[in-house]
């Protein structure tokens, strides 16, 4: 029987004089009378100091000797002088859109201590985006680099890559430069027209995951995992001061004079430290994190029922604001552009206050209309398709640069519009951004998550660009024909790393036999759809019947809040969805109905190869249950493990617990071979196409190669900081792919 390709999903200002709270109950929800319109914008001065020249495209660096930190002193002290670091030999593996050399022979256990790295694709996670000071670039920092894109075309400019990888960022308006700090404890900054490399040095012996710039650019601050907090003068690269906080710092900020640095860390709180006093005041509050103004005047944080305003160039509390008893959070604190209001969300931004920061008096009252008030001042959700309460999405605040316009990214997918002086809502935009925030002209809203970049007109809501090259899902598998490579909602063309399709809703699940066509599900509408995967043309759908032992919702409005995981077989007669409160649905494709004997059990399943077979874990976690599919009987039980793969002739199974490899016979259910290997809590396995190798990707970042006949290590792949989520050979046996959760697709071969 033909096989199709599987995959396992897994499925994240106003003037003093502003109107009294009111309220702000909407009563419709679009007002097109209202425009947003565009304000000018003021370029800013670059600093004529430093001589730029467009670098190459992409740029790589070796590992530089440490810094060896130096007492803290009030004069600027050198402690070192920075230097050039050599571009090393470049490595095997290419970029995106960049033909892929071809690995010269089947891995193997002989070959396997060969393998390198031929292709790394994707941009990452989008851990940051933010406009250029001229507001032409937008800056977008993920793990693997930045990246320089036309703000209104969103065409990359320059990008520049980092091996180890980045850890934070942060921009100077004054200097017109980008700080990069990398998970190698190096420092790099970098002019924002053009990319060029102005200083770099080894700042941390750790990674660098905080920096801030004072407000004229002259002082830059870093904060480590756990080595230490140091000023910088910017000039020269050259350290000034040395703060003893061995915390692993979540962020730093100047005040608006300079004088005082604040810093959050994940176990001592909110703390500041004067810098010219060299005096440390420990303890200011609790918590990890802290909401600054844009001109570094206050720093706002929840605690104990109120949302306490601190001036931050003393630390004396400014406000304390109330926080409403009757709603969940805040869980979004954002200051207007000119520092006089402030925005506090609850309910996921289903309602957010607006307070005026110099007397504390709360402004309006601006409540969501997929809200309406219930008894007891409680909110409850209009949302009749969804179950209230039990899933919600990130969320943001924004302030247009004048003031009068917010922007609030509500739970279910929503982007809402107020105006703030009367509290009148706006209009919706329908986007999955996870933060958002208004271009320089305040008439566009960037809205960016992990996987996207979008730039939206703030008057109509229309989608303007999107940016290409971000990895979405983690999930992968080849095509039949290895020249495809399909992540979850895009696939990569092998030999050089064009992106051949791209989804926007609906996740891909599988491929047919002969790769021509594919499998995606709409998990929110319960719906699977066959498609040509030429142009994405639709055959067929099919609608999958509800559950009816759930006692609840079995798919939600986002589609995997609920489930975790699906699963389709390799011909493309069943597919299972893994809930986690109902266990496993198993439907029947042709009709969409569900099989009874192969449900309502189990966490997840295994296909066979040739789709005859389907392995569920017991409820009890006692053991495996072997059932032939086309009547759900079971014909064998073996050993439990965490882990689960058929051998590619469908012949045995092979499980893994913790660091222990079994190997059973399917036909009598004997147990043939166990082995002992070091894995530290594998998370995901493949098998060779030919039966002689396991591939094990762990939690302690590494992917390990082992022969399944003796249980021998063969080779292992470190992985630094990220780990792989999904693994799989491609069909020849040449190549090894993973999709890692730093938003990359790798592949490894046998060296060319």
Same mark, same amino acid.
């Given at each position: 029987? @033909? ?21 702000? @109950?909407?009563?419709d ?23 730029t020249?467009?670098?190459?495209r ?25 230097t050039?670091i ?9 970029r995106? !859109? ?20 031929? &292709?790394?694709?994707? @941009? ?51 200097k017109? /430069? ?30 660098v995951? &905080? ?14 995992? =756990? ?22 710092i ?10 005082n ?10 703390? $500041? ?19 600054? %103004?844009?001109? +570094?005047?206050?720093?706002?944080? $929840? ?32 200051? %207007? ?19 005026q ?34 899933? $919600? ?19 279910? +997918? ?16 329908k ?16 809205? %960016?998550?992990?996987?996207?970049? %979008? ?16 990895? =979405? ?33 609906? !996740? ?28 994405? +043309?639709?055959?067929?759908q ?14 939600? /409005? ?35 109905k ?9 966490? $997840? ?6 789709g005859?077979?389907? &392995? ?5 976690r ?7 599919l ?26 893994? !617990? ?11 259910? !004997? ?8 894995? @530290? ?10 039966g ?9 970042h ?16 470190n ?6 989520e ?8 040449? /190549?090894l ?11 490894? +071969?046998?060296?060319?």
């Amino acid at each position: 029987m @033909k096989r199709w390709m599987a995959i396992v999903m897994v499925a994240g200002f106003l003037a003093a004089g502003c109107a009294p709270a009111k309220g702000g @109950k909407p009563t419709d929800t679009d007002n097109p009378t209202m425009q947003i319109q565009a304000t000018a914008h003021t370029k800013q001065t670059q600093n004529s100091a430093y001589k730029t020249e467009r670098p190459a495209r992409l740029t790589q660096f070796s590992k530089e000797q440490t810094l060896t930190a130096v007492a803290p002193t009030k004069t600027p002290t050198l402690t070192r002088t920075p230097t050039i670091i050599p571009t090393p030999t470049p490595s095997y593996y290419v970029r995106d !859109k960049t033909p892929v050399s071809g690995p010269r022979a089947v891995i193997s256990f002989d070959n396997a201590d060969q393998l390198v790295e031929l &292709a790394r694709w994707g @941009k990452g996670v989008n851990n940051l985006s933010a406009y250029s000071p001229d507001g032409k670039l937008v800056i977008i920092q993920t793990p693997v680099g930045i990246y320089a894109q036309d703000a209104q075309t969103f065409r990359e400019i320059w990008r520049l890559e980092l091996p180890a990888g980045i850890g934070s960022m942060a921009i100077s308006a004054a200097k017109n /430069m980008v700080a990069l700090g990398s998970l190698d404890g190096r420092i790099l900054l970098v002019q924002l027209d053009d990319g060029t490399i102005i200083h770099q040095w080894g700042a941390h012996n750790r990674r660098v995951l &905080a920096l801030a710039f004072s407000s004229n650019g002259e002082k830059l601050v870093s904060g480590s995992d =756990r080595d230490g907090v140091r000023i910088w003068n910017v000039l020269d690269a050259r350290l000034f001061q040395d703060i003893a906080n061995r915390d692993k710092i979540n962020k730093v900020a100047f005040s608006k004079d300079g004088n005082n640095l604040w810093i959050a860390g994940a176990s001592d709180g909110i703390s $500041y430290w004067e810098i010219d006093a060299e005096r440390y005041h420990a303890n200011i509050d609790k918590g990890v994190n802290f909401y600054t %103004s844009a001109d +570094g005047e206050f720093l706002a944080r $929840y605690r104990g029922g109120y949302v306490n305003i601190y001036r931050m160039s003393d630390g004396i509390i400014w406000q304390k604001l109330a926080v409403s008893k009757n709603h969940m959070g805040p869980h979004s604190i954002q200051f %207007s552009q000119d520092g006089r209001l402030i925005a506090v969300g609850y309910d996921w931004n289903l309602l957010v206050q607006v307070w005026q920061v110099s007397d504390g008096t709360l402004l309006q009252e601006l409540f969501s209309p997929r809200y309406s008030r219930a008894g007891g001042g409680h909110l409850a959700a209009l949302l009749p398709s969804e179950n209230p309460g039990t899933q $919600y999405i990130n969320s943001d605040l924004a302030f247009n640069p004048r003031g009068n316009i917010l922007a609030s990214k509500t739970a279910y +997918g929503w982007i809402e519009l107020w105006e703030v002086n009367q509290g009148r809502f706006l209009r919706s935009i329908k986007h999955s951004a996870v933060n958002i925030s208004f271009a320089p002209q305040g008439d566009k809203i960037i809205a %960016s998550g992990p996987w996207q970049l %979008s730039l939206i007109d703030a008057n109509d809501g229309s989608v303007l660009n999107n940016t290409p090259g971000f990895v =979405r899902g983690d999930d992968l598998v080849f095509s039949p024909n290895g020249e495809s490579l399909a992540t979850g909602y895009s696939a990569w063309r092998v030999k050089d790393g064009e992106v051949l399709w791209a989804l926007k809703d609906e !996740k891909f699940l599988g491929y047919s036999p002969d790769g021509k066509q594919m499998i995606t599900i709409l998990p929110q509408e319960a719906t699977v759809y066959l498609r040509h995967e030429s142009d994405l +043309g639709l055959i067929r759908q099919i609608k999958l019947e509800d559950p009816n032992w759930v006692g609840g919702y079995f798919w939600t /409005m986002e589609g995997h809040e609920h489930v975790s995981d699906i699963y389709v077989s390799p011909n493309g007669d069943y597919l299972a969805a893994a809930h986690s409160g109902a266990g496993l649905a198993v439907w029947r494709l042709a009709d969409g109905k569900i099989v009874p004997a192969l449900s309502r059990y189990g966490f $997840y399943i295994v296909f066979s190869p040739d789709g005859s077979l389907a &392995a569920i874990p017991s409820t009890d976690r006692a053991a495996i249950n072997l059932h032939r599919l086309e009547d759900g009987e079971i014909i064998q039980t073996i050993g439990w493990s965490e882990l689960l793969e058929f051998s590619p002739d469908s012949k045995q199974i092979i499980g893994i !617990k913790k660091d222990q490899i079994e190997v059973w016979r399917i036909e009598d259910g !004997k147990l043939l071979r166990r082995f002992d290997v070091d894995m @530290k809590d594998p998370v995901n396995l493949a098998i060779s196409p030919d039966g002689q190798l396991l591939a094990t990707t762990t939690n302690d970042h590494r992917i390990v190669l082992i022969r399944l006949d003796t249980g021998t290590v063969v080779h292992t792949i470190n992985g630094n900081y990220w780990r792989a989520e999904r693994l799989g050979f491609s069909p020849d046996g040449r /190549m090894l792919g993973a999709n890692l959760t730093d938003g990359t697709v790798r592949l490894w +071969g046998v060296a060319p």
